[in-house]
């Protein structure tokens, strides 16, 4: 895999676990990701008109993995309301790229070669060896374990779904436009709906926050996208996005003073093998 590539992916990584650790940062965790989604959606639907759009054939895919995206939103608010980031996080994005890899032949025909195949395992193995010893540590409960498997499954959904759909498109940018204005407004409709007071005074004080949030999430899956319309591989693409456990990881420990452990240092080195792996592969 080129290595221009594999850098923008994991610059996309970093992002990823920086909106993330905005939505966990403090308050209602499912109001904060619906700020989060709402002023990503304001200003993806202002760029929209600025970009070539997508062709047909990609629409009922957007459609589709709008609604997957909304729901692992809404099950990643709930989970990190219950238990703590370096739990949570390394539970759904480790086993996703593994439902990713299993999905990709029958589902878009693309058979990763035994050495890809080994460094995407390594990188699920690493991301789940992360929380091993922090579900020690918090003891996290039952049901915050099944909402983060449960998550896994929507994030390795809207990941096949999305590449197909993004190389149908024939317009990477715009179809990233149109996913964060699609599946933010179920979201926000929801909130508007059942706490529009709460909503609103959580939007006065973390608009800030908002925008930050809004361009992470939207520029790191929009990295992840442009790499699929560039026929890389999706597992390869999921597995090197995942990495971003390695950011959360520090995030966790500096921000939220979130314990470590000698799992988190193994997952780490198995997590950096996986990738280079990835790289030559």
Request: aromatic share 12%; proline share 5%.
């Amino acid at each position: 895999m080129p290595t221009h590539i594999v850098l923008i992916i994991l610059c996309g990584a970093f992002l990823h676990a920086s909106w993330n650790a905005v939505v966990k940062s403090g308050g209602d965790k499912f109001l904060n990701a619906v700020v989060v989604m709402g002023v990503a959606m304001v200003f993806c639907a202002a760029a929209l008109p600025f970009f070539s759009q997508p062709h047909p054939d990609s629409w009922p895919y957007l459609a589709f993995s709008s609604c997957l995206q909304a729901s692992y939103v809404a099950l990643a608010a709930k989970a990190y309301g219950n238990g703590d980031m370096s739990v949570v996080y390394p539970l759904m994005r480790g086993t996703a790229p593994l439902l990713v890899s299993l999905a990709s032949l029958p589902l878009i025909g693309e058979a990763l070669p035994p050495l890809r195949w080994l460094g995407v395992g390594m990188v699920s193995l690493g991301v789940l060896a992360m929380a091993f010893d922090q579900i020690r540590i918090a003891k996290a409960g039952g049901s915050t374990l099944m909402i983060a498997l449960l998550n896994a499954g929507f994030i390795a959904a809207y990941t096949v779904t999305d590449g197909i759909g993004v190389r149908k498109s024939g317009a990477p940018i715009a179809y990233t436009l149109w996913i964060s204005v699609l599946h933010a407004l179920p979201l926000l409709f929801w909130a508007m709906a059942t706490a529009r007071e709460r909503l609103l005074a959580n939007f006065k004080s973390r608009w800030r926050m908002g925008l930050f949030g809004g361009f992470a999430t939207t520029a790191s899956y929009g990295a992840a996208l442009w790499a699929m319309s560039q026929n890389v591989p999706v597992a390869a693409v999921a597995a090197l996005r995942e990495t971003s456990i390695l950011f959360a990881a520090a995030i966790s420990y500096f921000l939220f003073k979130e314990a470590l452990g000698r799992f988190r240092i193994l997952g780490i080195v198995v997590i950096l093998a996986g990738v280079a792996l990835i790289r030559i592969a």
